[in-house]
């Protein structure tokens, strides 16, 4: 079946089997219904980074909103065996399944927003089945693009004002690997994307030159930029390396010279092999001296924040940044380890449980409780995040205690400012959130970063911000740690 | 727009911006029609391994199959503007678009062959502004899925017969990146994936066990455990890691036997942390003196080829694996440069105009011709590999010329067995291939590698194929490159 036609019917089954089987298993054992609360966050910061950018909640809504079994779906369920050739699941519990209404409350934090490690980016509460069902899309999808933005964030960062713009979608994992990029990379803070379904469906400005393919198809590199320039006379970006880089930018400064009473315009011309520093200073030159001072000089080849930080220290004279492979693969770290765990669950008393996963190291133990992050704020931007138990009461005085040293604790002063990071999405299965669109989350990104110092935003050995667990969360889940390891 | 809506729609804009300014330059200068040949190939193998399994093909006819420009694409494609607010592209070439039929001849490697540097995966023959136009969705569907299928093909290598099982949907690229990378995973030989979604359209087998949070929602492990064994009587897998690792596989194994006069029977236990090679010896000990010598010992936490080679090496007592992250991102190296090359182009006269892409590393330059690849073997396997141009007649002795050093050639026996690689997939539009099914590429894959001698298959500093350009081809090459350096 096409990859089209699997789109077009169904992503229920996007999900890996152990959830249907756990959720068979809770079906059965009378646990299905039981209120129980999930958060999603991950353990570090990516590429060793000072912060990470939540993004595709978006997608997140469109695919619970989506979220039921079909037929097709039920009849796949039907066919699977066990070994001994006996249907894994029970026809009651396909019924179950056919009825089933999405009717979790979801609370995230919107795209575009910077989040730090143990930070939940999405909570989910509801019935034990199906917040189980749905660990896997959830992480698939924000997982990926929240990796992307951040990547995203660090190059342009790293551009330091220069357009940054996306054309990796050759290099990319799959289809929506390219897609889910180029939205994400949008919010992190790049300009454009060279893909057009990006375009079409996000709303992502376009943009691109030409091949080496378009200049070995014409006699000489003269005939094949002349033909270009006719058919883009403005703001052309001509490739200039398909055969001798200087030599190329000659030809383009000549085309240009030659088409410029007929209107023509070069917008730049593009680098894409070499020494990108010595040849942009002389590509400069060579372009100054024959009155192009506006000709943006664009390169690509395999960048990335360090290799841009490292040619503008070296004196590049490049000012449009052309990433594609490094980005939207997130080549230095192409996975961001979020994880989605199970907090708290309802008794039959009515009553919460607090739920902990252990682990023999501590960062991967998870914390209890119904979650939720406070980030206190003053005039110069975000001062620390306290992550605490909205299920239970907060002390008068407020300190939240550091992840990697429990005895360095931190104390909130009484008024400071502060926004609470999780909002409402779902209400019992209803989507209350208005989703923002692509332009005012890329706008929350660069508001968001422009409150965290620079220290923290640094691409080589940051500080670390702020964040913790408040005092009686540390309290009661280091208790529950030595009460579990004594049992 | 809903992924799943974007999907259902059309495809057709999952191409660059560049590809359609080019197009519409093509158009303009009257070169649309122009016959030309186009070469998808990368220059190394990845992973610094010593092989290539070619996978994607499947996707790619799909795509070519349902390439035609839709209303919605048009509209799109009318909106685009130029700086001066003009149009990007005339109507008549939106037109054009309008009435585009396929009509590319395409020859490809089937899925599953074994493949090496500078080998065309694909050829492309037909109309220059098609042939370029298809570049980008061509590299991106196979750039990822022969990437994984080589990722999943080292790491069953390494597990020398032990079941290797995909479950790292969650750790995807995106949506595709799971289903693409499962269907790929597939190909390079894995046992089974996690991924319903995967399974369901690609009739993959598909595994699971449970999650810690299955233990958790639980008041202890014994009962976590009799629950799952109860719904899931048959070869179930208990995740033993949630408090303590060993005193889970004796919770187990007591459940086990508790459940065992019921007909449960317990299939394996499952880590997922700490030191694998002492929990597994320990934990093998432990279902031994139980009894239980058929219970799987399954392993996952972060594996790759070569953590899978030190595990056994140290002698864990592993005999499933899972692999997830590594295996799904191809994590060591997420991107395969593929790359796609105008090679010839026929001239207004009828007679081929041999192209090639001139760069200042050799390996960069691309090869001129009509390419096919032939495959020279014996009984005990392949032998060589000889790049050739279609175009012209072969020199009764046939050489190969080494790419990395043009000195060395390899003579060809006159009656060498050979198989040509690039067999016919599409005339001039026209499918002519019968796709064969997922089990039947697995199992070429699998027929392939035996017939590569175990050095090339060494994950680590392997011996070096002998693949290269027959020598008259050879000449040609350096004749033009000396000759396109000079002008």
Known sequence: MALKDIYATSLSLLTDLYQLTMAYGYWKSGKA????????????????????????????????????????????????????????????????????????????????????????L????????????????????????????????????????DQVI???????????????????????????????????????????THAHSWVQAFDSEEEAFEAYGDAFPQDTVFLVDTYDTLEGVKKAISTAQKLGPKGFKLGGIRLDSGDLTYLSVEARKLL????????????????????????????????????GTKMVTAYDQ????????????????????????????????????????????????????????????LPDHLRIVDPLDSTRRKSIAPDTKYKELLVPVFEQGKLTYTLPDLQSIQATAKEELSKLHESIRRYLNPHSYPAGLEESLHHYKTALILKLRNE
């Not at 509460?125 to 899309?137: D, F, H, K, S, Y």
């Not at 060279?194 to 375009?199: H, K, Q, V, Y």
């Not at 192009?292 to 449009?320: C, P, W, Y």
């Not at 669950?345 to 939720?372: A, F, H, M």
């Open 334 to 393: 192409p996975a961001l380890g979020g994880v989605y765990k199970l907090a708290a669950l309802r008794t039959e008393q009515g009553d919460w449980e607090y739920k902990i996963k252990l682990s023999e190291q501590l960062v991967k133990t998870s914390n209890p409780g119904k979650l939720q992050v406070r980030r206190y704020m003053d005039d110069s931007g975000y001062m620390a995040d306290m992550i605490y138990n909205q299920l239970e009461s």
């Open 166 to 208: 996306e054309f990796g979608m050759r290099r990319a994992q799959g289809i929506d690997g390219a897609l889910s990029a180029a939205r994400a990379a949008y919010i992190g803070g790049v300009s454009a994307t060279s893909d057009l379904l990006a375009g079409q469906h996000y709303n992502i400005p376009v943009r691109g």
């Open 33 to 120: 219904e039981q209120e129980a609360v999930f958060h999603l966050y991950f353990r570090k910061n990516p590429f060793t980074g000072g912060y990470t950018i939540a993004a595709g909640l978006e997608h997140v809504v469109q695919y619970l909103q989506d979220l039921r079994f079909r037929d097709e779906d039920l009849a796949y369920l039907a066919s699977l065996k066990g070994s001994q050739g006996q249907p894994l699941f029970e026809q009651g519990f396909l019924d179950y399944l056919r009825n089933m209404e999405f009717s979790c409350s979801v609370d995230a934090v919107p795209e575009g927003t910077v989040v730090f490690p143990s930070e939940p």
């Open 288 to 323: 100054d001296a024959a009155g192009f001072t506006d000709t943006n000089i664009v390169a690509s080849n395999d960048l990335d924040e360090r290799l841009i930080t490292h040619l503008k220290q070296e004196g590049a004279k490049i000012n449009v940044w052309g990433i």
């Open 122 to 161: 999405i909570r989910v509460t509801g019935p034990l089945l199906q917040a189980q069902l749905i660990e896997t899309p959830l992480l698939t999808i924000l997982n990926f693009q929240t990796l992307i933005a951040t990547k995203a964030a660090r190059i342009v960062d790293a551009a330091k004002g």
